[in-house]
């Protein structure tokens, strides 16, 4: 509960808030239990007797009853408003086979007014037993004859109705159009800027609310919105940062993912307000399409391909990538990329080697550039990230939904490949830094699961320490950003931080990362929830931004 001054506004910037009686996460002072903010800043962590000493002198005093306040959470990639429209509107994500999705969208249809697109997310025939996606007549059929745009779960495909695809010129002639299979390629580009085109401000406007909304009650309290033509509209992106800076929300870093050359496309890049031209700059797809850049061809065939000969796509070469981050390191702005498959990867590390000679290593380092996703990492990519200071952001839930030897990833490679993906341990060994996320509305927003995942990776090699797992999803997103001084609850640090109900807190023996863990107090080391699979993740009380409440429920 809490004790308030009846004369300190709840919002107001300059307010000093105490926090006792609970466990304060920090490298300051590992056995703190209480913690002072003043304004939007941390000013002082430590132990209960001490803070008796700031009682009389604050707004507001929050007894913990116990719970715990760690940094808030950072999510380094993100689609604000994909993730809003998934929320309220047609998910599919819960689907369990193809006649239960098929029903979905039939139920969905029937209740929405007439007029406009039909939009939804979430499939995945790989997880239904009749193990392909809808038929194009089955969709006509499911929604009644209307316009629908239905994303794969990775967003790298869609299922489409009839009618959406006559609202589309010469969409038959574009490349990635399949008469009866999921559309690719500038195909599925071309349905979708068709699609959300129909989305209204006002449709938009409550999806990114709803998103940020979802956010703030996990404990999220900065996403890296990663937009861009080939996903949404300049429109859409100035008008979720405008909205981010009312301050009632989580923070939104932005990327822009286009591809520039010069500085006059630089300044282009930030006048948008964005923090790079990075995010999901697509150097290939992804492998549930079978759109990721493969150096051997996939196990299994995508529809129209003969088995052994299809290796993904790839949609920038060396050439590109080296003029992009030329062009961003020269100018000062960050540059990054999408890229999964080895044979993308290679590009990318290739492309950022030449930039790197043609402007000087020292600077493209210091700019901190970074890769979305990178799954399919090599040794020679691994070294080439630590030798560049490419940051890697990743999402570990992809390898909880898709890893491990029966899994997706299996299908597409094969298990031997499938095993090398997602290789967090040897990056952080090669001195990588990490930032997680997860690709919302790809994998749910889910940070505790998200730090979970990275620790009990499906292959047992590649999972890494519950602390540096939460490092990286709290601090490490700061760090992609260039910020070093956030993320962590220190004196001086801003106030991003999250209040937490949760069971015993127990720290990781570091010799067996993933089933050994320890309550002695002796390590000094500030414990965390035990994730071991099975138990409750925490509960979020209260989530702070700058100092300012963005969540908060009853602490009981």
Same mark, same amino acid.
């Given at each position: ?17 105490l ?26 962590v ?67 007014p ?74 599925? @580009? %071309?349905?979708?800027? !068709? $699609?959300?085109? *129909? +989305? &209204?401000?006002?449709? #938009? =406007?409550? /999806? ?5 909304a ?54 282009r ?9 990075a ?58 990329? @999408? %890229?999964?498959?080895? !044979? $993308?990867?290679? *590009? +990318? &590390?290739?492309?950022? #080697? =030449?930039? /790197? ?29 630590a030798?560049l200071?490419?940051?890697?952001s ?10 491990g ?37 790809v994998t749910?927003?889910?940070p ?44 001086? $640090? ?10 015993d ?52």
């Amino acid at each position: 509960m809490s004790e308030r001054n009846p004369d300190s506004s709840e919002q107001h910037p300059s307010r000093t808030v105490l926090l006792r009686g609970g466990e304060v996460h920090s490298p300051a002072d590992p056995f703190a239990t209480a913690m002072v903010v003043e304004g939007d800043r941390i000013a002082w962590v430590g132990e209960e007797g001490a803070a008796d000493s700031f009682a009389d002198g604050v707004d507001e005093i929050v007894h913990l009853d116990g719970a715990l306040v760690t940094p808030a959470f950072t999510d380094a990639h993100v689609h604000t408003t994909a993730t809003g429209l998934a929320l309220t509107g047609l998910d599919l994500s819960r689907a369990a086979t193809l006649a239960d999705a098929l029903d979905r969208i039939r139920r969905y249809a029937a209740g929405r007014p007439a007029g406009g697109v039909l939009l939804g997310h979430g499939w995945d025939a790989s997880a239904w037993p009749e193990g392909r996606p809808p038929s194009r007549t089955e969709l006509d059929t499911a929604a009644g004859g209307r316009p629908l745009y239905l994303t794969r779960v990775d967003v790298h495909s869609a299922v489409v109705t009839t009618a959406l695809l006559d609202l589309v010129p010469g969409i038959r002639e574009r490349s990635g159009f399949h008469p009866d299979a999921p559309l690719t390629g500038d195909a599925h @580009h %071309a349905v979708r800027a !068709a $699609a959300y085109a *129909t +989305v &209204t401000p006002a449709q #938009r =406007a409550e /999806a990114q609310a709803a998103a940020l909304a979802r956010a703030a009650s996990l404990g999220i309290g900065t996403v890296h919105e990663c937009a861009g033509p080939e996903i949404s509209s300049e429109d859409d992106f100035t008008a979720l940062l405008a909205r981010a800076a009312e301050g009632t929300g989580p923070r939104v870093i932005g990327y822009w993912a286009e591809l520039i050359a010069s500085a006059k496309e630089a300044d282009r890049i930030r006048a948008l307000g964005a923090h790079g031209a990075a995010g999901d700059l697509f150097a290939d797809g992804s492998l549930g399409s079978h759109t990721a850049h493969l150096h051997a061809p996939y196990a299994d065939a995508p529809p129209g391909c003969a088995a052994g000969t299809h290796t993904g796509t790839a949609h920038l070469d060396r050439d590109d990538v080296a003029a992009h981050v030329a062009a961003c390191t020269e100018a000062g702005l960050q540059a990054g990329f @999408h %890229a999964i498959g080895d !044979a $993308a990867l290679t *590009t +990318v &590390t290739d492309g950022v #080697r =030449a930039a /790197a000679d043609r402007v000087g290593l020292a600077r493209v380092r210091a700019a901190r550039h970074r890769v979305e996703h990178a799954e399919m990492l090599t040794d020679a990519t691994v070294t080439a990230f630590a030798d560049l200071a490419l940051t890697a952001s990743v999402q570990p839930a992809f390898d909880a939904a898709w890893g491990g030897p029966d899994g997706m990833y299996a299908t597409r490679l094969g298990a031997d490949r499938a095993a090398g993906l997602n290789p967090y341990a040897a990056l952080l060994k090669a001195g990588v830094p990490l930032a997680l996320g997860s690709d919302s509305p790809v994998t749910p927003l889910d940070p505790w699961g998200t730090v979970r995942a990275a620790v009990f990776h499906r292959t047992r090699a590649h999972g890494i320490s519950a602390r540096a797992a939460f490092t990286a999803h709290t601090r490490g997103g700061w760090r992609a950003i260039g910020r070093d001084d956030a993320g962590v609850l220190v004196p001086g $640090a801003p106030a991003d931080y999250a209040v937490w109900r949760t069971g015993d807190l127990v720290v990781q023996a570091p010799d067996e990362r993933v089933e050994r863990w320890s309550t002695d107090p002796r390590s000094g080391t500030p414990g965390l929830p035990d994730l071991t699979p099975g138990n409750d993740l925490p509960s979020c009380l209260r989530t702070v931004v700058g100092g300012r409440t963005v969540f908060d429920r009853p602490i009981e």
